[in-house]
C-alpha cells in the first residue's frame, strides 16, 4: 500500500504540481490545505502516514502547525518546505521536530521518501 | 509735579523751622520733656517727607509718596502745642489724632499705595471715622491735664475737665487705639507674608520697623488705658520710643530702596559670571540670583516654530496677564530673542530687569542659538531614523514580493519540468531528455542566484531567527573562512539586529574583496544596555573609513545613535567596531 500524504500550502499552482510529481512519485494524496489552521484540521481527520508542509502560510507558520501536530493525538512524519533554503531559517527546522526540509525545486517522490526514511531511521 | 513737589519740601521745612523757633521762644516754660518730644516730632516731619518725595519721584502714579509727605507735614501741627496760648492749645488739640491718623492709612496701603482687599478698605475708613472726630470729643469732655499736659493752658472752651465722662472717654479712646494698632499689625504682616519672594526683599525693613512701632504704640496706649494716667517719665519715655522709631521708618523705606540700587550693582557680578559662558542651567541661576526671583525662567525664540522652547527645547507657555507672573520681552534689532518669565513683583523695578537684561543679552542670544540648533539635529536626527526605518521595511517587502511572486513561479516550473522529464519514455530519443536536464539545470542556477539577491536584499533568517543564527548563517556562506566568537542569545530590537547584520556583512564583503584576507572573526555582545558589534580581519589593512561603503554603514550606525571605529592599520588587519545602544 502507498502511504497517504497530506499538502499544506497557499499557492494553489505548486499544490497540484505537487499532487501530480507526488502522486506518480509512490505516494496517495488524500488532501490538501490552503492555510495552517486548515492544514492541522485535515491532518487530525485524515490520519495521513506524512505532511508536505509550507512554512510561510498566511495564518499560523509551519513551525507552528508542527507544534500543534505533536501536541494532538496524530503523528504524521512532517516534511517541511519552502522557496526559500533550509539555512534561511538557521537550526529552527532542526529543533522543529520535523523529519526533514526539502527545497520547493527539488521535491520529488523519491526525495520525500528519502526523507521519511532517513527521519525513521534517525 | 515738580513745583508742587518744590512747594511741599519747602512748606515742610518751614513748619518744621516755626517748630524750632517756638521751643527757642518759648525758653524754659514748657516742660522739657516736651521740648525733646518737638525735636524728635520735626526729626520725624522732615524724614517722612522727604523720603514721601524720593518715592513720589520714583513712581509718580503711586500715591504712597504722596501719602509719606501727607505724614510728615501732619507731624509738623502737634508743635502748636508750644504756642503757650488758649488759642494755640485748642487747635493743637483739634488735629492732635490728625498725624497718627494718616501714618495708619499709610502703614495699611503701603506699599501699593491703594487698599487691595476689604479688610484694609475697613480699617482705612473705620481709622478716620472714629480717630479724627475722637479729638473734638476729647476738647469737650476731658481735662486738659488729662491729656498729658499738667502745665498746659486751659483751652478756648474752657470746659474740660468738669465733664464726668471725661475719664472713661479717655480710657476708650486709648483701648480703641489698641484695637487699631492690632487690625493694622495683622494687614502688615499678612501683606508681608503674602508678598512674593522677589518683593519682600525691598520690603523686609520696612515691615519690620511697622511692626516694632506698632507694639510699642500698642504698649503706650494700653498702659494709658489701665494705669490712667501711668507715671509721666514712663509716658514721656514710651513717647520717645515711639517716635524714635517712627523716625526710623523713611529711613528703612530708603534702605530698601537702596537694596535695590545695590541690586543693579549686583548686575556688575552677573557681567562677571556670563564671561565664563555658562551652560543654560547655569545662566538662569545666575539670572535667578541677579533678580532675587528664585521662579526666574528663560524662554527662547525660535522663529523657524513660532514658538518659545525650553534650553530643552520643550515648548513653553507664556503666563497670562495679571496671574502674578510677568513677562519682559528680550529683542536684538527689534527682533525678539528670548523671555524672561518672573515674579509680578519684579514690575516695580523695571530697571534691574532691564539692567540684568542687557548684561545677559548676549549669553541669551547665544543660548537661543544652540537652543535652536539642538531643536533642529533633533528634528534630522529624528527624520534619519525614519529613513532607516522606512528603508528597511522596503527591503521587507521587496524581499517578500520575490518570494511570494517569481521565486514561485520558478519553483512551479521547476517542478513541471520534472514532471515533464518523468513523461520522457526511457526508448525515446536522448535529445529531448537532455533538453529537459539542461533546462531543470539553468533553473536550479537562476532559483540559487534569485535567493542570493533576496537575501542580499533582506536576510529573512534575521527576522525569522535573530542576529545570532543569521550571523552564524553569514559565516557559513562566507567565501572566505568566518567564525562567529560571541553572538547575544534571543532577540533584540529589530532595528538593531538589521544594523548590526549589515555591519557584520559589509565588513565581510570589505573583508572578501579588498583586504585579501584569510580569516575573519564576528562577534556579538550585549553591554550597557547595547551591543557592541566587532569584525576584525587578518588582511592588508589601510581601509578607507570614507569609502562609500563604511560611510554608509557609519551614517547607518549613527542613525540608531551609534558609533562606528574603523580600525585599519597598513598591513595589519582591519577591526571594525560598531556601539549600538539598544534604546526604546
Same mark, same amino acid.
Given at each position: 500500500?502507498?502511504?497517504?500524504?497530506?499538502?499544506?500550502?497557499?499557492?494553489?499552482?505548486?499544490?497540484?504540481?505537487?499532487?501530480?510529481?507526488?502522486?506518480?512519485?509512490?505516494?496517495?494524496?488524500?488532501?490538501?490545505?490552503?492555510?495552517?489552521?486548515?492544514?492541522?484540521?485535515?491532518?487530525?481527520?485524515?490520519?495521513?502516514?506524512?505532511?508536505?508542509?509550507?512554512?510561510?502560510?498566511?495564518?499560523?507558520?509551519?513551525?507552528?502547525?508542527?507544534?500543534?501536530?505533536?501536541?494532538?493525538?496524530?503523528?504524521?512524519?512532517?516534511?517541511?518546505?519552502?522557496?526559500?533554503?533550509?539555512?534561511?531559517?538557521?537550526?529552527?527546522?532542526?529543533?522543529?521536530?520535523?523529519?526533514?526540509?526539502?527545497?520547493?525545486?527539488?521535491?520529488?517522490?523519491?526525495?520525500?521518501?528519502?526523507?521519511?526514511?532517513?527521519?525513521?531511521?534517525? | 509735579?515738580?513745583?508742587?513737589?518744590?512747594?511741599?519740601?519747602?512748606?515742610?521745612?518751614?513748619?518744621?523751622?516755626?517748630?524750632?523757633?517756638?521751643?527757642?521762644?518759648?525758653?524754659?516754660?514748657?516742660?522739657?520733656?516736651?521740648?525733646?518730644?518737638?525735636?524728635?516730632?520735626?526729626?520725624?516731619?522732615?524724614?517722612?517727607?522727604?523720603?514721601?518725595?524720593?518715592?513720589?519721584?520714583?513712581?509718580?502714579?503711586? %500715591?504712597?509718596?504722596?501719602?509719606?509727605?501727607?505724614?510728615?507735614?501732619?507731624?509738623?501741627?502737634?508743635?502748636?502745642?508750644?504756642?503757650?496760648?488758649?488759642?494755640?492749645?485748642?487747635?493743637?488739640?483739634?488735629?492732635?489724632?490728625?498725624?497718627?491718623?494718616?501714618?495708619?492709612?499709610?502703614?495699611?496701603?503701603?506699599?501699593?499705595?491703594?487698599?487691595?482687599?476689604?479688610?484694609?478698605?475697613?480699617?482705612?475708613?473705620?481709622?478716620?471715622?472714629?480717630?479724627?472726630?475722637?479729638?473734638?470729643?476729647?476738647?469737650?469732655?476731658?481735662?486738659?491735664?488729662?491729656?498729658?499736659?499738667?502745665?498746659?493752658?486751659?483751652?478756648?472752651?474752657?470746659?474740660?475737665?468738669?465733664?464726668?465722662?471725661?475719664?472713661?472717654?479717655?480710657?476708650?479712646?486709648?483701648?480703641?487705639?489698641?484695637?487699631?494698632?492690632?487690625?493694622?499689625?495683622?494687614?502688615?504682616?499678612?501683606?508681608?507674608?503674602?508678598?512674593?519672594?522677589?518683593?519682600?526683599?525691598?520690603?523686609?525693613?520696612?515691615?519690620?520697623?511697622?511692626?516694632?512701632?506698632?507694639?510699642?504704640?500698642?504698649?503706650?496706649?494700653?498702659?494709658?488705658?489701665?494705669?490712667?494716667?501711668?507715671?509721666?517719665?514712663?509716658?514721656?519715655?514710651?513717647?520717645?520710643?515711639?517716635?524714635?522709631?517712627?523716625?526710623?521708618?523713611?529711613?528703612?523705606?530708603?534702605?530698601?530702596?537702596?537694596?535695590?540700587?545695590?541690586?543693579?550693582?549686583?548686575?556688575?557680578?552677573?557681567?562677571?559670571?556670563?564671561?565664563?559662558?555658562?551652560?543654560?542651567?547655569?545662566?538662569?541661576?545666575?539670572?535667578?540670583?541677579?533678580?532675587?526671583?528664585?521662579?526666574?525662567?528663560?524662554?527662547?525664540?525660535?522663529?523657524?516654530?513660532?514658538?518659545?522652547?525650553?534650553?530643552?527645547?520643550?515648548?513653553?507657555?507664556?503666563?497670562?496677564?495679571?496671574?502674578?507672573?510677568?513677562?519682559?520681552?528680550?529683542?536684538?534689532?527689534?527682533?525678539?530673542?528670548?523671555?524672561?518669565? %518672573?515674579?509680578?513683583?519684579?514690575?516695580?523695578?523695571?530697571?534691574?530687569?532691564?539692567?540684568?537684561?542687557?548684561?545677559?543679552?548676549?549669553?541669551?542670544?547665544?543660548?537661543?542659538?544652540?537652543?535652536?540648533?539642538?531643536?533642529?539635529?533633533?528634528?534630522?536626527?529624528?527624520?534619519?531614523?525614519?529613513?532607516?526605518?522606512?528603508?528597511?521595511?522596503?527591503?521587507?517587502?521587496?524581499?517578500?514580493?520575490?518570494?511570494?511572486?517569481?521565486?514561485?513561479?520558478?519553483?512551479?516550473?521547476?517542478?513541471?519540468?520534472?514532471?515533464?522529464?518523468?513523461?520522457?519514455?526511457?526508448?525515446?530519443?536522448?535529445?529531448?531528455?537532455?533538453?529537459?536536464?539542461?533546462?531543470?539545470?539553468?533553473?536550479?542556477?537562476?532559483?540559487?542566484?534569485?535567493?542570493?539577491?533576496?537575501?542580499?536584499?533582506?536576510?529573512?533568517?534575521?527576522?525569522?531567527?535573530?542576529?545570532?543564527?543569521?550571523?552564524?548563517?553569514?559565516?557559513?556562506?562566507?567565501?572566505?573562512?568566518?567564525?562567529?566568537?560571541?553572538?547575544?542569545?534571543?532577540?533584540?530590537?529589530?532595528?538593531?539586529?538589521?544594523?548590526?547584520?549589515?555591519?557584520?556583512?559589509?565588513?565581510?564583503?570589505?573583508?572578501?574583496?579588498?583586504?585579501?584576507?584569510?580569516?575573519?572573526?564576528?562577534?556579538?555582545?550585549?553591554?550597557?544596555?547595547?551591543?557592541?558589534?566587532?569584525?576584525?580581519?587578518?588582511?592588508?589593512?589601510?581601509?578607507?573609513?570614507?569609502?562609500?561603503?563604511?560611510?554608509?554603514?557609519?551614517?547607518?550606525?549613527?542613525?540608531?545613535?551609534?558609533?562606528?571605529?574603523?580600525?585599519?592599520?597598513?598591513?595589519?588587519?582591519?577591526?571594525?567596531?560598531?556601539?549600538?545602544?539598544?534604546?526604546?
Amino acid at each position: 500500500m502507498r502511504p497517504t500524504l497530506l499538502i499544506v500550502d497557499d499557492h494553489a499552482g505548486f499544490r497540484a504540481l505537487a499532487r501530480r510529481l507526488l502522486g506518480s512519485g509512490g505516494f496517495e494524496v488524500v488532501g490538501e490545505a490552503a492555510d495552517g489552521r486548515a492544514g492541522v484540521a485535515a491532518a487530525r481527520e485524515l490520519r495521513p502516514d506524512v505532511v508536505l508542509l509550507d512554512i510561510q502560510l498566511p495564518d499560523i507558520d509551519g513551525f507552528e502547525v508542527l507544534a500543534r501536530l505533536r501536541d494532538g493525538p496524530v503523528g504524521p512524519a512532517v516534511v517541511l518546505t519552502s522557496t526559500r533554503d533550509r539555512a534561511d531559517y538557521g537550526e529552527r527546522v532542526d529543533h522543529s521536530g520535523a523529519s526533514g526540509f526539502i527545497p520547493k525545486a527539488e521535491l520529488s517522490g523519491a526525495a520525500v521518501l528519502a526523507v521519511i526514511g532517513s527521519g525513521r531511521m534517525g | 509735579m515738580r513745583g508742587l513737589r518744590l512747594a511741599l519740601a519747602l512748606l515742610a521745612l518751614a513748619a518744621g523751622l516755626v517748630n524750632l523757633a517756638l521751643i527757642v521762644r518759648a525758653g524754659d516754660a514748657p516742660p522739657r520733656s516736651h521740648i525733646y518730644l518737638v525735636i524728635v516730632i520735626v526729626g520725624v516731619s522732615w524724614s517722612f517727607v522727604a523720603a514721601g518725595l524720593v518715592a513720589w519721584r520714583r513712581r509718580p502714579d503711586n %500715591h504712597t509718596g504722596a501719602l509719606m509727605v501727607a505724614v510728615g507735614l501732619a507731624y509738623a501741627l502737634p508743635g502748636l502745642r508750644l504756642v503757650q496760648t488758649p488759642l494755640g492749645f485748642t487747635l493743637y488739640l483739634l488735629v492732635a489724632t490728625l498725624p497718627s491718623a494718616v501714618l495708619a492709612h499709610l502703614l495699611a496701603v503701603f506699599p501699593d499705595g491703594r487698599a487691595t482687599t476689604r479688610l484694609q478698605r475697613v480699617f482705612i475708613v473705620a481709622n478716620y471715622a472714629t480717630t479724627v472726630p475722637l479729638a473734638f470729643v476729647q476738647l469737650l469732655l476731658v481735662d486738659p491735664a488729662r491729656l498729658r499736659c499738667p502745665e498746659c493752658p486751659n483751652d478756648l472752651l474752657g470746659t474740660g475737665g468738669q465733664h464726668p465722662y471725661g475719664d472713661a472717654v479717655m480710657v476708650v479712646s486709648d483701648l480703641w487705639d489698641v484695637v487699631l494698632a492690632g487690625l493694622l499689625l495683622w494687614i502688615v504682616v499678612s501683606r508681608w507674608r503674602r508678598a512674593p519672594a522677589a518683593r519682600r526683599r525691598g520690603l523686609a525693613p520696612v515691615v519690620q520697623v511697622a511692626v516694632v512701632l506698632l507694639v510699642l504704640f500698642s504698649v503706650r496706649q494700653a498702659l494709658r488705658a489701665v494705669l490712667s494716667p501711668p507715671p509721666l517719665w514712663l509716658d514721656g519715655a514710651l513717647d520717645l520710643a515711639v517716635l524714635t522709631t517712627l523716625m526710623l521708618w523713611p529711613l528703612a523705606f530708603l534702605a530698601g530702596l537702596a537694596r535695590s540700587r545695590l541690586d543693579r550693582s549686583a548686575v556688575g557680578d552677573l557681567a562677571i559670571e556670563l564671561e565664563q559662558a555658562p551652560s543654560p542651567d547655569r545662566l538662569q541661576q545666575a539670572l535667578a540670583r541677579a533678580l532675587h526671583d528664585p521662579t526666574v525662567q528663560l524662554a527662547y525664540w525660535l522663529p523657524d516654530q513660532q514658538a518659545f522652547v525650553d534650553e530643552a527645547a520643550r515648548p513653553v507657555e507664556l503666563p497670562p496677564a495679571g496671574g502674578g507672573r510677568s513677562v519682559t520681552f528680550l529683542r536684538h534689532d527689534g527682533d525678539t530673542v528670548a523671555a524672561l518669565i %518672573h515674579d509680578a513683583a519684579l514690575d516695580d523695578e523695571p530697571e534691574l530687569v532691564q539692567a540684568v537684561a542687557a548684561t545677559a543679552r548676549l549669553t541669551i542670544e547665544n543660548q537661543r542659538l544652540q537652543a535652536e540648533v539642538r531643536a533642529q539635529l533633533e528634528e534630522v536626527r529624528a527624520s534619519r531614523a525614519r529613513i532607516v526605518q522606512f528603508g528597511d521595511a522596503e527591503r521587507r517587502r521587496v524581499e517578500r514580493n520575490l518570494h511570494d511572486g517569481a521565486q514561485q513561479r520558478l519553483v512551479n516550473l521547476s517542478l513541471a519540468l520534472g514532471i515533464a522529464r518523468s513523461q520522457v519514455p526511457a526508448t525515446a530519443d536522448g535529445e529531448l531528455a537532455a533538453a529537459l536536464d539542461e533546462a531543470a539545470r539553468e533553473l536550479r542556477l537562476a532559483l540559487a542566484e534569485l535567493r542570493e539577491l533576496a537575501r542580499g536584499i533582506h536576510p529573512v533568517i534575521l527576522s525569522e531567527a535573530g542576529l545570532g543564527p543569521a550571523l552564524a548563517s553569514l559565516a557559513e556562506r562566507s567565501p572566505i573562512p568566518a567564525t562567529v566568537a560571541a553572538a547575544p542569545g534571543g532577540r533584540l530590537p529589530a532595528r538593531v539586529e538589521e544594523t548590526a547584520y549589515y555591519v557584520a556583512s559589509e565588513a565581510l564583503a570589505n573583508a572578501a574583496k579588498h583586504a585579501h584576507a584569510t580569516a575573519v572573526s564576528i562577534s556579538a555582545r550585549r553591554c550597557d544596555g547595547g551591543l557592541v558589534v566587532e569584525v576584525g580581519d587578518d588582511g592588508v589593512g589601510g581601509a578607507d573609513p570614507n569609502g562609500s561603503g563604511l560611510r554608509g554603514l557609519a551614517d547607518r550606525v549613527a542613525a540608531l545613535d551609534g558609533h562606528l571605529r574603523v580600525d585599519s592599520p597598513t598591513g595589519r588587519g582591519t577591526r571594525i567596531t560598531a556601539e549600538l545602544p539598544c534604546g526604546s
